[in-house]
């Protein structure tokens, strides 16, 4: 079995030959064999509760705890639960991180776009951003409702086709026209606009909304603020109707 000098631990487990010395002091490494001349060796157990030691160090617990830990039955489930908990809060850590670079690039390449930007653009980028999401959630949401009309449809014209009765279809226009009418209005009272111009947020009229020219992400409005009329991107409005 291999035996290690206070060095070679230390280099081992990537802390100073003080930082050994103080655990043994402390009384929670203490070496498994001394030479006649006093030199302290330490085995292959002593090198893996040095490694865990230097872990909970990591965690930052303090020697007390630590010497409470190592002291337990079996020491190994008290690790493995902290080992556990660690690698949940660095990988939430980690998504946090990789979701912050992501609205430093969106952003990035919002600014790239832009002949000239100012606080105002910049805000509109970040609000863009925001809302993202919780429009993409909203959309789906509309979608899965729209699918048992859509299977009606289909439903109503196969039947008409087939048994030459055509009375279910006129059942789901009926349905259909109510459905786009309510969903309509339920997308539009949680959607609001950005006016390109005078930067403001507004939402426009149900009348104008639902007529109005558009791409996946905007709308040609009459800003309610400047009364500029183009194009306005559409971000998230809230919960209000």
């Not at 209005?185 to 009229?205: D, L, M, Q, S, T």
């Amino acid at each position: 079995m291999s035996k290690y000098t206070t060095g070679e631990l230390a280099k081992l487990c990537g802390v100073t030959v003080r930082t050994v010395q103080y655990y043994d002091a402390r009384g929670i490494l203490a070496p498994s064999e001394l030479t006649e001349g006093g030199r302290r060796l330490y085995s292959e157990d002593d090198l893996r509760r040095m490694k865990v030691i230097c872990f909970l160090r990591e965690l930052d617990l303090p020697i007390d705890a630590i010497s409470k830990i190592l002291c337990e039955e079996h020491p190994e489930k008290v690790v493995s639960l902290l080992i556990e908990q660690q690698e949940h809060a660095l990988s939430k850590e980690l998504s946090e991180k990789q979701e912050k670079l992501e609205k430093l690039r969106e952003l990035k390449n919002g600014l790239k776009n832009r002949e000239a930007f100012s606080v105002e653009s910049i805000g509109d980028i970040a609000v863009i951003m925001e809302s993202r999401k919780k429009l993409k959630k909203m959309r789906l949401t509309m979608l899965l409702t729209g699918l048992p009309v859509t299977a009606l449809q289909w439903f109503s014209i196969i039947f008409w086709i087939v048994k030459g009765v055509w009375w279910p279809f006129a059942v789901w226009a009926a349905v259909a026209i109510v459905w786009g009418v309510l969903i309509s209005r339920y997308y539009f009272n949680h959607v609001k606009y950005i006016c390109p111009e005078c930067h403001g947020v507004f939402r426009p009229a149900f009348k104008e909304a639902f007529f109005a020219n558009h791409t996946p992400t905007a709308r040609k409005l009459t800003c309610t603020a400047c009364g500029r009329r183009g194009f306005c991107v559409e971000v998230w409005g809230g919960d209000e109707a």
